[in-house]
């Protein structure tokens, strides 16, 4: 398979339009580095098309020429997985911003790939409604890309992950073959699930160009509540107390001061709490009228299991920011950039996983700084690795992704596995599973062309 040569760029061009093929280097720079800084690749090519049936166009002509393809959304993803690490050419969803139809009866948003996260949030939001998904890169990341990593993020503790929000999906094959499979239904039950397996792709599968998403009716008020705790455990019995008590979990996300000490550096803010705490468990709530009455209840009767707490009507952006800062902070204050690993265990697991960690890489690692903070009612834990020089970092991700199959818990919980897991595929799945995804993907690409190096390929 060869990288474009001048030709392609041209029929690219006539294709997309000259302005919409990205040549030069200085401009294609933020293209081929990750959000990390970590993944560096290269490009000859930029392509920006503006409608499925361009993409169809670009994908066929690099079909017939056997030219590669990295599709890129916002390029916030965290796992090197929209980066043209072999020169591929770079497919930018970037022009996809249509946002077509609100629907208010059927409460859904059609949009194309390339519409922001918060995009669709403010179109869904002047109806009263709301996207299920919410995560801090919503300002840059894309429909499209949410849907390839099928992330996560800070409700899926109420709504689920983006599959669960995903009802139909417009998509070009590598062969420039569009499929498209878009019924506003929520029960349609008809062969096997399309959007469903494009969800989590990770762009191996197709290009999506067009989404169909369910939109959820938001609480009308939320309590924000801000606890000072001391163990793993004590953060877990109040959710489970919260919930047990009629209160509906919006949110649920563990910081330790470690990581609110460095945001509270890189940001000057000033102590969120007057007692001090090994962890702080961030909560939102809502429920029936006297939520706030009902939450400061619970948290007095929980005793010594909370030191102290601050609770603010929702949506409490003060409180929140002490969470939404982590990923910047830590990428400002490593002085490499940071080892992310997104991984999950049984709730039942992860005070043991914690516990057992920070001592294991302390001595195996002394010079690596680690911040753990995450979706703690997931049972996912972002471990961000700070300082790790570029020679250990093999080591260093072997070392935390055994200890989490040590806690029957999964390399990946939301970010997907990309290149930064990919060595580690095994530890996440059997041979025969890893066997019948290669089988899919030759069957749904033959000729490998879309992101090659991502998830098992041949
Ligand atoms: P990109 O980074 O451009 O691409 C991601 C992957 O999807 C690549 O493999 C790419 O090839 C593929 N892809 C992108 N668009 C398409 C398309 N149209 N068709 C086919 N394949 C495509 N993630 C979470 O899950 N939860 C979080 O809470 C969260 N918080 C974050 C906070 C910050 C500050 C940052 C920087 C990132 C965070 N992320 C989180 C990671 C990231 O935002 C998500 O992975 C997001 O889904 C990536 O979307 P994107 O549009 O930037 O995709
Ligand atoms: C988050 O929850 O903030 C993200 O998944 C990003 C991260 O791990 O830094
Ligand atoms: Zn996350």
Redesign the pocket.
Known sequence: MTSPTLSIVSELAEIVGPANVLTDLDVTAGYVTDWTGHWRGHTEAVVRPGSTAEVSAVLATCHRLGIRIVPQGGNTG?VGGSIPMEGEIVLSTQRLTRIERVDVVDRTLAAGAGVTVAQAQDAARQHGLDLGID???RDSATLGGIVSTNA???RMIKNGNTRKQLLGIEAVLSDGRVVTRWKELVKDNVGYDLPGLLAGAEGTLAVITRVLLRLIVPAPRTQVALVAVSTVGDALRLVDRLERAGLTLEAA?LMTRTGVDLVRRHHDLRAPLAVDSPLLLLVEVSGQRDTQALLLDILEKAGEAVLDAAVEEGPAPKLWRY??S??ES?SAESSTP?V?L?ISTPLREIEQFLTTLTPGLTEKFPNVRAVC???IADG?L?V?LLDVQENERERVTDFVLRHVTRHDGSISA??GVGRAKAPWLELGRSPQDIDLMKSIRAAIDPAGLLNPHILPSR
Do not use: Q
């Open positions: 965290l995560l801090a890169s996560g993020g800070i996300e969470r939404e982590h990923t830590i940071p992310k997104d903070f995450g979706h996912n972002h961000n939301e970010h």
